[in-house]
């Protein structure tokens, strides 16, 4: 059973355009929810990450968005770059060490 | 510190046959965590060390599953009798208690043929 679900699967956005993923979460436990980045052949990389106290966090192009009371969260790539051509996991925790993920955002900026 | 490593990077073994990865976390990392991830899916996790103690297990991991980390360091996971459906890429990752955010290895890519 997924805990956190992740949409799209997929998306293509233009160079410069703004790439947007959706994660909704059931555990109203979870107290920590980071995004991560992969890169084939690579293991995930943390992106960005956001306790439920904060409603958005911001790091350069990357913005967290975070409504505790619908249990979603979202990932915003702003100005999206080729180089930002990776898949994208939400997930979430309690207790700061087992991680339930999402099934993945494959993310492809178009030059 | 180069971040996690993990060996080998690429397995390929016979149906039946048993494998041991290895991953070295960050030093001053306390916690260890072992994932498995097939295609196009997320990391599922494995099994967790806090120190040298295995504080938890996935019900994933069968019988046929071990992991340990002696002394508190490095950890390997070893899969006995080795099923085609093991194949998948193996992660190790590392955190410091409290701090939220974990470190990945590159993975270990088992394929069972």
């Known amino acids: 059973q997924q805990q956190v679900k992740q949409s799209p699967q997929s998306l293509i956005v233009q160079k410069g355009g703004i790439s947007i993923i959706n994660c909704a979460y059931e555990n109203t436990a979870f107290d920590y929810f980071p995004w991560y980045q992969q890169f084939p052949g690579k293991g995930p990389a943390l992106l960005i990450a956001?306790?439920?106290?904060?409603s958005e966090k911001k790091e350069g192009r990357f913005t967290i968005s975070f409504n505790k009371s619908a249990k979603q969260f979202s990932l915003h790539i702003m100005d999206s770059q080729p180089g930002d051509s990776a898949t994208y996991f939400c997930a979430a925790s309690m207790d700061d060490y087992k991680l339930s993920f999402g099934a993945g955002t494959t993310v492809t900026v178009r030059a | 510190d180069t971040g996690v490593s993990q060996d080998p990077r690429h397995k390929i073994t016979k149906r039946g046959q048993n494998v041991t990865f290895r991953c070295d976390p960050i030093?001053?990392?306390?916690?260890l965590y072992w994932y498995r991830q097939t295609l196009g899916q997320g990391p599922e996790f494995l099994t967790y060390?806090?120190?040298?103690?295995?504080?938890?297990k996935s019900r994933l991991l069968s019988d046929r599953f071990s992991a340990e980390r002696p002394k508190g360091s490095f950890s390997t996971l070893e899969i006995q009798r080795t099923e085609q459906g093991d194949s998948a890429m193996y992660l190790c990752?590392?955190?410091?208690?409290?701090?939220?955010?974990?470190?990945f290895g590159s993975g270990t890519r088992l394929t069972v043929v």
């Open positions: 060390f806090q120190n040298e103690a295995q504080l938890e």
């Open positions: 956001i306790r439920p106290d904060v």
């Open positions: 030093s001053e990392h306390n916690r």
């Open positions: 990752a590392s955190s410091l208690q409290g701090s939220g955010g974990y470190t």
